[in-house]
C-alpha cells in the first residue's frame, strides 16, 4: 500500500503519492514531505561549476565550455550561483533532508571537489555545517574527466557521501548481490542519455539492496533529472520519490521507468 504524503498550499490540501516525479523546486518540494517518513536518499545536486570555476588557469572566462555541457533546461541561474549562496543552500537542503528521514535512514550525497584560484574546495566544508553526521566517504572512479588544465593531474573521481542523523549504525547491510563490496567504485558516467550530468545505475544499485535488505522501503531523490534513482528503486522492488524542476527531464524520466 503506496505512502501518502499531505501538505497545505494556496489553503487546498494537496496529497503527493508514491511513484511519481514532480515538478517542484527542490526546497519546496522538501517541504510537503512529512518529518521522518523516507527511508533512503540518493541525490546529487548541480556543483555549481560555472559559479566556482568561473576563469580557467590562463586567465580565459570558462563560461562558454561550461554552458554548452551543463543546460539545465536553458536556465542561467542553475549551476551559476555565488559560491557563498550555493553553500548555504546546500546546507539548508541538507537540513531539510535531515528532516524528512527516518531516524535509521540515510543520504547518499553525491559530490565532488572544485578549484578556484589553486585552492581546492571540498563538500565537507559545507556538509559539516549541516545537522547531518558523515558515516563514511565513498570514492567513485570515474576513469574520465571533464576538465583537461595541463597544470594539475586530471580529476577523475567523484564522492558519495554517506551521511546518516545519529551516531549509530543506520539501516543497512552490504547485500551479497551488490557489484563493489569496497569503498572505492569503478565505473563510466552514463553514455546516450540527454540530461547533462546523469549517474549511471550501477550507483544506486549499488546503494539501494543493502539499505532495503529484501523490504518495499521507500527511496527519494530530490535532484530527479533523468530518473536513474527512481530505476533503481523500481528494479530493486520499492517505492519512489523525486523532485525536478524541469518538465522536460520528467517526460525523459518517466519513459525510461517504464522499460523497468
Same mark, same amino acid.
Given at each position: 500500500?503506496?505512502?501518502?504524503?499531505?501538505?497545505?498550499?494556496?489553503?487546498?490540501?494537496?496529497?503527493?503519492?508514491?511513484?511519481?516525479?514532480?515538478?517542484?523546486?527542490?526546497?519546496?518540494?522538501?517541504?510537503?514531505?512529512?518529518?521522518?517518513?523516507?527511508?533512503?536518499?540518493?541525490?546529487?545536486?548541480?556543483?555549481?561549476?560555472?559559479?566556482?570555476?568561473?576563469?580557467?588557469?590562463?586567465?580565459?572566462?570558462?563560461?562558454?565550455?561550461?554552458?554548452?555541457?551543463?543546460?539545465?533546461?536553458?536556465?542561467?541561474?542553475?549551476?551559476?550561483?555565488?559560491?557563498?549562496?550555493?553553500?548555504?543552500?546546500?546546507?539548508?537542503?541538507?537540513?531539510?533532508? #535531515?528532516?524528512?528521514?527516518?531516524? %535509521?535512514? !540515510?543520504? *547518499?550525497?553525491?559530490?565532488?571537489?572544485? =578549484?578556484?584560484?589553486?585552492?581546492? +574546495? #571540498?563538500?565537507?566544508?559545507?556538509? %559539516?555545517? !549541516?545537522? *547531518?553526521?558523515?558515516?563514511?566517504?565513498? =570514492?567513485?572512479?570515474?576513469?574520465? +574527466?571533464?576538465?583537461?588544465?595541463?597544470?594539475?593531474?586530471?580529476?577523475?573521481?567523484?564522492?558519495?557521501?554517506?551521511?546518516?542523523?545519529?551516531?549509530?549504525?543506520?539501516?543497512?547491510?552490504?547485500?551479497?548481490?551488490?557489484?563493489?563490496?569496497?569503498?572505492?567504485?569503478?565505473?563510466?558516467?552514463?553514455?546516450?542519455?540527454?540530461?547533462?550530468?546523469?549517474?549511471?545505475?550501477?550507483?544506486?544499485?549499488?546503494?539501494?539492496?543493502?539499505?532495503?535488505?529484501?523490504?518495499?522501503?521507500?527511496?527519494?531523490?530530490?535532484?530527479?533529472?533523468?530518473?536513474?534513482?527512481?530505476?533503481?528503486?523500481?528494479?530493486?522492488?520499492?517505492?519512489?520519490?523525486?523532485?525536478?524542476?524541469?518538465?522536460?527531464?520528467?517526460?525523459?524520466?518517466?519513459?525510461?521507468?517504464?522499460?523497468?
Amino acid at each position: 500500500m503506496a505512502i501518502k504524503f499531505y501538505f497545505l498550499k494556496k489553503r487546498k490540501k494537496i496529497m503527493l503519492e508514491l511513484n511519481r516525479i514532480y515538478c517542484l523546486d527542490v526546497m519546496e518540494g522538501l517541504k510537503q514531505l512529512d518529518d521522518e517518513s523516507i527511508d533512503l536518499i540518493i541525490t546529487s545536486p548541480p556543483y555549481n561549476r560555472r559559479g566556482f570555476m568561473k576563469y580557467s588557469y590562463n586567465g580565459k572566462r570558462k563560461g562558454d565550455i561550461w554552458n554548452k555541457t551543463i543546460d539545465y533546461g536553458g536556465n542561467p541561474d542553475i549551476d551559476n550561483m555565488p559560491e557563498d549562496e550555493y553553500q548555504k543552500w546546500q546546507i539548508d537542503f541538507l537540513n531539510e533532508c #535531515f528532516r524528512v528521514l527516518k531516524k %535509521d535512514g !540515510s543520504l *547518499f550525497y553525491n559530490h565532488k571537489t572544485r =578549484v578556484k584560484k589553486n585552492k581546492i +574546495s #571540498f563538500p565537507l566544508e559545507w556538509i %559539516d555545517k !549541516s545537522k *547531518f553526521i558523515t558515516r563514511q566517504i565513498i =570514492v567513485w572512479d570515474r576513469s574520465s +574527466s571533464m576538465n583537461m588544465d595541463k597544470c594539475r593531474y586530471i580529476p577523475s573521481t567523484e564522492f558519495i557521501f554517506w551521511l546518516i542523523k545519529e551516531q549509530k549504525n543506520p539501516r543497512f547491510k552490504r547485500a551479497d548481490n551488490i557489484k563493489f563490496q569496497s569503498e572505492v567504485w569503478k565505473f563510466s558516467p552514463e553514455k546516450n542519455n540527454d540530461h547533462p550530468a546523469p549517474f549511471p545505475i550501477t550507483l544506486p544499485d549499488n546503494i539501494i539492496p543493502s539499505v532495503a535488505q529484501g523490504e518495499r522501503i521507500t527511496v527519494l531523490d530530490p535532484f530527479m533529472g533523468s530518473g536513474t534513482v527512481a530505476m533503481s528503486a523500481k528494479k530493486n522492488g520499492c517505492d519512489y520519490i523525486g523532485f525536478e524542476l524541469f518538465q522536460d527531464y520528467i517526460d525523459m524520466a518517466n519513459e525510461r521507468i517504464a522499460k523497468i
